[in-house]
């Protein structure tokens, strides 16, 4: 270990800051800026700032329930074979196995409240995948933290 990983645990208590990631951890993973929230053994939270023209494609979690709180902007969401839209105040809930994901196709940013349960080894993979600029890579590296995405052009419209 570097010092930098991420040990996951009991939930310490403390205040993570407006604008600030928790333990000051940022990630930038193709695009998107993701700041660390809440981490411990039973879920692990952050915060997205998503450029417009940006998303994730769709993958499944198989061990994870996903949620966004939509703070800012509108997502563009896939749901297990639905698109849907998610604005501020909104929250969209993915059961674990749900193939799912999330875009912004606006022309302002958007930013949510993005938590799963369990932690599982999201913050780990988020770690692996800072300034990444591979896509390839990003799919490899996901599949072996227990994050599936769908082979290209199986969801028509991502």
Aim: aromatic content about 10%.
């Amino acid at each position: 270990m570097t010092g930098d990983e991420i040990v996951l645990g009991p939930l310490p208590k403390g205040i993570t800051l407006a604008g600030e990631g928790m333990k000051k951890k940022v990630w930038n993973i193709l695009g998107h800026t993701y700041f660390m929230k809440a981490a411990s053994d039973s879920s692990f939270a952050f915060e997205t700032l998503d450029p417009p023209g940006t998303g994730v494609p769709p993958h499944v979690h198989p061990t994870q329930d996903e949620h966004i709180y939509v703070l800012e902007g509108v997502f563009t969401l896939y749901l297990d074979g639905d698109w849907e839209t998610a604005g501020p105040g909104d929250t969209v809930l993915m059961p674990k196995n749900l193939p799912h994901a999330y875009y912004n196709r606006s022309e302002e940013v958007t930013r949510g409240l993005f938590w799963v349960s369990p932690a599982g080894r999201l913050a780990e993979l988020f770690d692996k995948l800072h300034n990444l600029d591979d896509p390839a890579e990003v799919v490899r590296l996901s599949a072996e933290c227990d994050v599936q995405f769908l082979p290209p052009g199986s969801v028509e419209g991502a």
